[in-house]
Nanobody, 117 residues
Framework: QVQLVESGGGWVQPGGSLTLACVTS????????MSWYRQLPGQEPEVVAS????????NYERSVKGRFTISSNNNKNTVYLKMNDQKPENTAVYYC??????????WGQGTQVTVSS
């Protein structure tokens, strides 16, 4: 059974940093695509960062490229999203997602990130 549990959300000032963590079970990083999504109120979730083949490849949404970093610790079965230079428009609920080799999608419960002064 696949489970994803996010943590690390909270309040951060503009320009500050925050790191989200997604503890997984039942996920094999080497054969799964791991992603972080954000969902603004009233909008569909959008992908902000993805990691493939246990971090061998990564993709970032254009607005976060250079500021956000997705990484994983295979020993801890955990995926991270380090967010630097936070901006108010990054305020959203952030979700961790896993897509396995059969293209099945799994989601965590989400964690709120609020960027304000």
């Amino acid at each position: 059974q696949v489970q994803l549990v996010e943590s690390g959300g909270g309040w951060v000032q503009p320009g500050g940093s925050l790191t989200l963590a997604c503890v997984t079970s039942g996920v094999t990083f080497s054969s799964s695509a791991m992603s972080w999504y954000r969902q603004l109120p009233g909008q569909e979730p959008e992908v902000v960062a993805s990691s493939f083949n246990a971090g061998a490849g990564t993709n970032y949404e254009r607005s976060v490229k250079g500021r956000f970093t997705i990484s994983s610790n295979n020993n801890k079965n955990t995926v991270y999203l380090k967010m630097n230079d936070q901006k108010p428009e990054n305020t959203a609920v952030y979700y961790c997602s896993a897509q396995d080799y059969r293209d099945r999608d799994y989601w965590g419960q989400g964690t709120q990130v609020t960027v304000s002064s």
